[in-house]
């Protein structure tokens, strides 16, 4: 059993979580992951996705009802201002490994628009159907140019128009639909801590606490993680082998 000052000079490993109440506007939740070195070098890897001006717009005008483009939030310090909630929960190393290998995988498919911001995530009636066109209009697109660059022709069409193209001849990634909360759900479940699902960012907090995490004030978290020489946060480009995310000002 290790003593209390043989804990400190070991790395510790975070999840944290910060929640913005649906109130007079929308709420939301990201996720970041943290791991805090025993010499006090601390590194914040933060991941939020949003529908962006254009995707809120369509949303207010719609109602949620059409899924559209996510962004990647390219900083943390808005979600973080702007949370009502700051919740924390330590981790040990391949939890903490194995959500920010999650982390990657989101940050990977959303800058390569592969992922769609749903208000109503995969429970929405249309986030199929939408998905599905995504990826058939990616598909045509790609045996396009497929045909263009090896045999200089346009690729041939069907009866109603529609690209033919052969299944085998390229892999599309799926394009799926997520919203804020499934999105931080999925990185917790890549570290193993399961919490139910909920469309709404104001029910997250119980079912936070109901799992081990406990809320932190916002000045306390950010004395703690940020307010240092040594503390790093990272951004969804600062991956290794990342490409580019949207710019964004959340």
Known sequence: MQTKSEETRDDQHFI????????EGPGHASVCTVKKKADGETKVTHTSIYPGPV???INGMLFGSVPVRAMLATTHEQDLDESDHVLLKPVDETA???AKATQQQIEHRASNGHTMYGVFGRFNPLAT??????EAHKSAHKTIRRYQEHLGVHPPEDMCGIVVYPNHSHVVEPVEVHNCTSTVGEVLRGAGVEVPETLVPSFYTPRL????FT???KKEFTGRFFDSQTSTAETPSSFPGAPTPFSSSL
Do not use: A, P, Q, W
Request: net charge positive; no cysteine.
């Open 209 to 212: 606490e109901n799992t081990g």
């Open 129 to 134: 159907m939408t998905s599905r066109l995504f």
């Open 96 to 98: 903490y490994k194995e």
């Open 16 to 23: 944290g979580v910060f929640i913005k109440d649906t109130k």
């Open 55 to 57: 995707g809120s717009l």
């Open 215 to 217: 809320r932190m004030d």
